[in-house]
């Protein structure tokens, strides 16, 4: 009987084992979905121009950048108070704009798996229309990544676990590279692949149902915006930014917008946040601009939501404190309002600037792109308190005395909608020139004699608590005084 029952007892054990081994094959290895490695570029695409509106040029980057540049006023007594203030336990935070910093990095992650994918020796290794967009959103990601954070790391990142601690490269390699580089390779693929009639993405595509010609003046587009970035620092560049530019024109660039959001099943993410938190409302900087012009797109952009009448002046701490108070932007209620990922208006209020800078003609661009903007503040589907503005932009347009100083006003108050990372760059690439043709009027932007307005963003804390070189970056950077690299700085 005992003999048995230690017979019996080593079989199960031996069982158990067994059991154990085959377990551990499957442990950290999803069994119900393909692997990725089989999975066609075409469907990865989707999520990467979802994640790349979403969650890169929108979310918490945009967010704060908004009180920064004054364009919206921080409220709701939480986290966009604080901002407001510029409480450095707030604005200077790792964990401030982690989620951002996550996602963008799994974007980029995405997209090197296509990029794998779709090159030479890849899984679709002939779809070089995919290609060229993967190349192109990637920029783009990069592009926010470094213009708010500097130094970071890039040729090691998004390799999964290839890399577990990535270096950090100088924002100088990360533009040569994977930004401006990279746009060269998609433009080449992108001319290669609208020669060819291809159209591998199709219904996967959600920006352009896979037009190459639609992708090429996008990726032209980028390129003109990252060279004029670059002019703090190679000053001859404008005849560059002029050529990429004008070659977006000819592809028929018109603007890149995700227009995915319906408003009911799935909103835009400016409403979304504004709907759940109510932390933002209107800005003195732009009404004050805005009246002064006879603007009437300040009707869209000051609505007297709770009937106070009251807009938000920059600093004001009580203010700041309330809550569903304060005049907001009419879109903030439109759910359904697209997110530019770059807008038609942008890209010809860079055409005026390299104009208005060369001694050039920029009278067009400028009315131009001031018409775009005016259609996009007319197209918000919650115009109960917008105005129609049929032929206004024009008229306004020729009212105006084109200089540079209005040229970037304008692009200013064209940006307030969803492009403040950009106008953050604006204000702090002008400022490196010596320039200030916007007035930022917040209080609390110096304090004690020292300056609380922030030059670059805080790297993300996931990074900085399982890398060693994130964290000693992390340290060794003083968000208030250490300028990026392209703005006059070192790092």
Known sequence: MKTSYKIFALASLVTLASCSEGTMDYI??????????????????????????????????AWYASTFTEQEFGTGNNQFKNAELRIKSEVAAATTYNNEWNSTYANIANLRQVIEKTSEGGLNEDQIDILGMAQTLFALNFGVLTDLHGDIPCSQAGYG????????????????????????????????????LMNNAKDQDILFAGNPAKWLGFAYALKARYLLHTMVVNPSVLSEVLTAANNAVSAGFDGVELTVFNGVDCDNPWSAFWWSRSYTGSSATVVKLFEARKDNRLSVYNYDRFGNNEYGIPGNAEQAGLTEALNIPVWLEDGAAPIHLFSKSELYFILAEVKARQGGDAASDFKTAIEASFDDCEATNAVPAATKFENNGSDYAAGLTVSLKEIMVQKYLSQCRDEQIEAYNDIRRCKALGENFITLENSKNTQNGENYWPERFPYGNSSVISNPIVKKAFEDTNIYADKIWIYGGTK
Do not use: C, R, W
């Open 28 to 61: 950290n290895k999803d069994t119900h979905n393909p692997a990725v490695g089989v999975v066609p570029a075409k469907y990865s695409i989707t999520d990467a121009i979802m994640s790349s509106a979403f969650s890169t040029v929108s979310g918490s980057y």
């Open 161 to 196: 676990t290839l890399y577990l601690t990535p270096v950090i490269d100088t924002q100088e390699s990360v533009y040569n590279d994977a930004i401006l580089g990279m746009l060269d390779k998609a433009i080449a693929n992108l001319e290669n692949a609208k020669s060819q």
